[in-house]
């Protein structure tokens, strides 16, 4: 499984951005897909997910209200839209991917197996 993270660049506060994730073709469609990031100096962290078997969402609590994770209808490709953007939102966001029917935390980031390359979003005036 091979995932490819774009979309990412420089915004001022206030702005959007939308991210791109694409998965390796005919694999798509059976995993549970989530992004997160890190920021400077900071760990790791979930943004949000969504899952292969009934569109389940979730998100963390800055994201929420603000970002929304979706797919395609081919479910070749997930999308995280970011609105309302600020600089602590600045950080390498990842795309990642779980095999589905996983029962643990969809946010849990040690459950995803395979990860993207990373792409930076830069909030800054």
């Known amino acids: 499984v091979q995932l490819q993270a774009s979309g990412g660049g420089l915004v001022q506060p206030g702005g959007s951005l939308r991210l791109s994730c694409k998965v390796s073709?005919?694999?798509?469609?059976?995993?549970?897909v989530a992004w997160f990031r890190q920021g400077p100096g900071k760990e790791r962290e979930f943004v949000a997910a969504i899952r292969f078997t009934d569109n389940y969402t979730a998100y963390s609590g800055s994201a929420k209200g603000r970002f929304t994770i979706s797919r395609d209808s081919a479910k070749t490709t997930a999308y995280l839209q970011m609105n309302t953007l600020t600089p602590e939102d600045t950080a390498v966001y990842y795309c990642?991917?779980?095999?589905?029917?996983?029962?643990?935390?969809?946010?849990?980031?040690?459950?995803?197996?395979?990860w993207g390359q990373g792409t930076l979003v830069t909030v800054s005036s």
């Open positions: 073709e005919h694999t798509y469609s059976s995993y549970d």
């Open positions: 990642a991917a779980r095999n589905r029917g996983i029962v643990s935390s969809i946010r849990d980031d040690t459950t995803y197996r395979y």
